[in-house]
């Protein structure tokens, strides 16, 4: 199969990732990157072997069908109208777009242009999530009727150089790592009908950590927590809580319960597990009593695999197939995250507009470097 001709525009921290990535598939060539500082260009592109061009030169390159969009959430909207009508397919980093109307903007420019729309996350993809995805639907603890997903922490400006974008419209921990979580969650159950949150904020401001910016105040325009249920249409529930206001939890990333027993997954921000399944029919090895007992993965992709949306968006291209990491699941999410603050001023349930269909899981027997068996 003829290798899909890839640029990246952004060549940020994130970048070495989808470099180091698109080197596992043949069906994904990197051509040329591009940022705004061409000098960073010029020292990935001869870290990884491909030219280093301007964003208008990149636009225009005829050996590139689709362009990676690493910049900042801010200009995602913005770049990623540009590839479009530059004539690329985009696979952009999440989220889609900062708001809920540039998002449907670029679907329908999409969609006029002939052309695709992939976006990450593609963690539900590692061998963890897909895992999890195969038990689900073999039925391994029956019907999934509830379940809970935590992601809470004290927030990133004790740390990162540069935090002060967490705390803007576009940031906080729903839009910087509920992306993970949701598409996660419908990965796995399929799509939200609909849902019901509160959202609140513990600080006016925050103060740097970091040795480039300590003790620089960060001004807080957004809420840092967030708890939320989710209705979806299989009928499952899901509570989720999203927080920069939380110093240490002992909860668990995502668990499912159901009729025949409880699974709880692996952090969806990573490739990998472990994965652990409580069947009460089941007793560990020397026990009289059931207990968790970790299940081993069953699909290939563990470790950091930041361009396999991508692979498999160039797959789908090539065969005339839906790719997995949709614009349709990522706009699905975006409606989602803006839901929740949504919710919580009106105090009311919203209703999710959107219904994607659920992505295909990877066959079983598949091998690295390949994504069909």
Same mark, same amino acid.
């Given at each position: 199969m003829k290798p899909l001709g890839i640029g990246i525009i952004g060549c940020g921290k994130i970048s070495q990732a989808y470099f180091n990535g698109a080197k596992v598939f043949d069906i994904l060539k990197v051509v040329a990157c591009a940022d705004l500082n061409l000098e960073v260009a010029k020292a990935k592109a001869e870290e990884n072997g491909c030219v280093a061009q301007t964003v208008e030169e990149l636009l225009a390159n005829p050996d590139v069908e689709l362009i990676i969009n690493l910049t900042i959430p801010a200009a995602h909207a913005k770049v990623s109208t540009a590839i479009l009508n530059a004539g690329k397919h985009v696979y952009c980093e999440k989220p889609l777009t900062v708001t809920l109307?540039?998002?449907?903007?670029?679907?329908a420019l999409a969609e006029a242009k002939g052309l695709r729309i992939g976006c990450a996350p593609d963690t539900f993809l590692g061998a963890g999530h897909q895992t999890g995805r195969k038990l689900v639907d073999d039925g391994v603890i029956g019907r999934v009727v509830s379940g809970t997903a935590f992601m809470m922490g004290r927030g990133p400006e004790?740390?990162? +150089?540069? +935090?002060?974008?967490?705390?803007?419209v576009g940031g906080g921990p729903v839009f910087d790592m509920g992306p993970y979580y949701l598409t996660a969650l419908v990965n796995l159950l399929g799509p939200v009908k609909r849902v019901a949150a509160v959202v609140s904020k513990a600080f006016d401001e925050r103060i740097a950590g970091c040795p480039e910016r300590k003790g620089q105040k960060i001004p807080v325009e957004i809420p840092t927590h967030a708890s939320a249920t989710l209705e979806f249409h299989s009928g499952a529930v899901i509570t989720a809580v999203f927080s920069f206001d939380v110093c240490a939890h002992k909860h668990s990333r995502i668990e499912l319960y159901g009729t025949e027993g409880s699974m709880s997954l692996p952090d969806p921000n990573t490739f990998g597990g472990p994965i652990s399944i409580y069947d009460p029919k089941l007793k560990p090895e020397g026990s009289d009593k059931p207990d968790w007992l970790e299940h081993a993965l069953e699909f290939p992709y563990e470790t950091n695999m930041r361009s396999i949306g991508a692979a498999d968006m160039a797959y789908a291209i090539r065969e005339g197939r839906p790719h997995r990491a949709s614009g349709e699941l990522a706009y699905h999410v975006m409606e989602l995250m803006h839901s929740f603050e949504k919710s919580s001023l009106s105090g009311e349930h919203v209703t999710i507009e959107s219904k994607p269909e659920r992505p295909e899981p990877f066959p079983v027997g598949l091998v690295e470097g390949k994504l069909a068996l």
């Open positions: 109307e540039e998002a449907k903007a670029l679907t004790g740390w990162h +150089p540069n +935090p002060a974008f967490y705390y803007q």
